[in-house]
């Protein structure tokens, strides 16, 4: 990552990666009351294993950096305003027939379900065949695998609409543009950064995954 002038920043990275980023921005660019970077431009190296992407740099505090120092009044606040562009997200793209699959089109890339993509890289067209494989071990015959498959089991035969997904909904990735001060003083909506595991998969995807990096059912956050 590199800094440039007029607040601009350079980012290199593997080609699959800047693919699906591109995509994204290019995607949201079209949508409205969704914060997010702006992509000025991107090119790939002759051999296409690499890509180089400008885009606005959004300068200003991560909300994980910041989250011990939000008052309840400010958490209120930016609950609101993710629910908000969440819900304006999900209103300008769900459909019923998209493919599930990642925001270039390919198989979904995921850090916390790789198997998908290093095992059995696939584009899905049902809701339920690709809950089954996320969801792997249910049917094994130990207890927690009948635990889970019961809890599970409303997702499993039910299907969903198609929306496009931001993947990975952490607090390190809420930017409050110019800092934590002028976001209190209303100055700005937050930021959504690091689009890199975006897609189009089932619509309750994002508030799934903000439970599986919680390990308190009970935190403010989830």
């Known amino acids: 990552v590199i800094s440039l002038p007029f607040g601009l920043v350079l980012k290199m990275n593997e080609s699959s990666g800047?693919?699906?980023?591109?995509?994204?921005?290019?995607?949201?660019?079209?949508?409205?009351?969704?914060?997010?970077?702006?992509?000025?431009?991107?090119?790939f190296s002759s051999m296409k294993d690499r890509g180089y992407m400008v885009s606005t740099w959004?300068?200003?505090?991560?909300?994980?950096?910041?989250?011990?120092?939000?008052q309840p009044t400010d958490l209120k606040r930016m609950a609101d305003d993710l629910q908000d562009q969440w819900?304006?997200?999900?209103?300008?793209?769900?459909?019923?027939?998209?493919?599930?699959?990642?925001?270039?089109?390919?198989?979904?890339v995921d850090a916390r379900v790789?198997?998908?993509?290093?095992?059995?890289?696939?584009?899905?067209?049902?809701?339920?065949?690709?809950?089954?494989?996320?969801?792997?071990?249910?049917?094994?015959?130990?207890?927690?695998?009948?635990?889970?498959?019961?809890?599970?089991?409303?997702?499993?035969?039910?299907v969903y609409h198609i929306s496009f997904c931001h993947g990975d909904m952490l607090p390190k990735n809420f930017i409050s543009p110019g800092g934590l001060a002028r976001w209190q003083e209303g100055g700005s909506r937050v930021c959504f950064i690091d689009w890199e595991q975006a897609g189009w998969l089932p619509i309750y995807w994002d508030a799934l995954k903000t439970t599986w990096v919680e390990d308190d059912t009970n935190s403010e956050y989830t």
Not at 22 to 28: G, K, M, S
Not at 58 to 70: I, N, R
Not at 137 to 142: P, S, V
């Open 87 to 108: 819900q304006a997200l999900q209103s300008q793209t769900e459909n019923q027939r998209h493919p599930i699959c990642s925001a270039a089109g390919g198989t979904i």
């Open 114 to 158: 790789p198997w998908i993509a290093e095992e059995r890289p696939q584009v899905f067209h049902d809701c339920c065949v690709s809950a089954t494989e996320v969801w792997l071990g249910l049917d094994y015959d130990i207890p927690s695998g009948q635990a889970l498959r019961k809890d599970m089991q409303t997702v499993l035969d039910t």
């Open 58 to 70: 959004v300068d200003g505090d991560s909300t994980a950096d910041v989250w011990d120092v939000l």
């Open 18 to 43: 800047h693919t699906t980023k591109v995509t994204t921005l290019q995607l949201l660019s079209s949508l409205k009351a969704i914060n997010h970077p702006f992509l000025f431009h991107c090119v």
